[in-house]
């Protein structure tokens, strides 16, 4: 039950894009296209921004973007906005015994 | 409107035990998942544990194993977690989550605002 590998941070300035990668292995990340990624702001609830690795829930901005290749999820944001600023997580499903693995989480800085 | 409150979080000693509540409205509970993530003050997000929409598949992590226990009652729309042997590493807020599907897929939609739980003496 190792968590998934992200960058502990990353940073752009508005209007650029950015990309948090998310690292697994063979048994979650590789295994299953059951990769969500979760938005919180300080003292925040988690917001799911992508799920089943590319979609989309309503009302999520279009600038979000979602991608597995291997055994790597990746997020990318588009046109960054200061409103971006958070921190952000990736979650695999592992298998039925123990179901959810999350990344350590990445801070996005919009500089 | 979905809305997911949690509750039974607060102040106890090593060793004790406690029991979360969560109250679910807005959906068809019995037709979800649900879930208990946690965060440690300062630090990211840990999956607990998970139950399907029946009680049929139940998981846990392997850092609560044994000393936590999941259930629910449909017929109440409420997800509990039943804390024992609490160490003071679990201390944190506890999240309630409701999954996408009926067997856990690890796809958490709705998150409630969480309840405090602090192990110390």
């Known amino acids: 039950q190792s968590a998934l590998t992200q960058p502990a941070s990353v940073s752009g300035s508005p209007g650029q894009s950015i990309t948090i990668s998310c690292t697994g292995t063979?048994?979650?990340?590789?295994?299953?296209?059951?990769v969500s990624w979760y938005q919180q702001h300080p003292g925040k609830a988690p917001k799911l921004m992508i799920y089943?690795?590319?979609k989309r829930p309503s009302g999520v901005s279009n600038r979000f973007s979602g991608s597995k290749s291997g055994n790597t999820a990746s997020l990318t944001i588009s046109g960054l906005q200061a409103e971006d600023e958070a921190d952000y997580y990736c979650?695999?499903?592992?298998?039925?015994?123990?179901?959810?693995?999350f990344g350590g989480g990445t801070q996005l800085t919009v500089l | 409107e979905v809305q997911l409150v949690e509750s039974g979080g607060g102040l106890v000693q090593p060793g004790r035990s406690l029991r979360l509540s969560c109250a679910a409205s807005?959906?068809?509970?019995?037709?979800?998942?649900m879930h208990w993530v946690r965060q440690a003050p300062g630090k990211g997000l840990e999956w607990v544990s998970g139950?399907?929409?029946?009680?049929?598949?139940?998981g846990y992590a392997d850092s609560v194993k044994g000393r936590f226990t999941i259930s629910r009652d449909n017929a109440k729309n409420s997800l509990y977690l039943q804390m024992n042997s609490l160490r003071a590493e679990d201390t944190a807020l506890y999240y309630c989550?409701?999954?996408?599907?009926?067997?856990?897929?690890?796809?958490?939609?709705?998150w409630g605002q969480g309840t405090l739980v602090t192990v110390s003496s």
């Open positions: 807005g959906f068809t509970f019995d037709d979800y998942a």
């Open positions: 139950i399907s929409w029946n009680s049929g598949s139940i």
């Open positions: 979650c695999s499903y592992a298998g039925s015994s123990t179901p959810a693995v």
């Open positions: 989550a409701k999954d996408m599907a009926a067997a856990a897929a690890a796809l958490f939609d709705y």
């Open positions: 089943e690795g590319s």
């Open positions: 063979s048994s979650d990340v590789g295994s299953y296209n059951l």
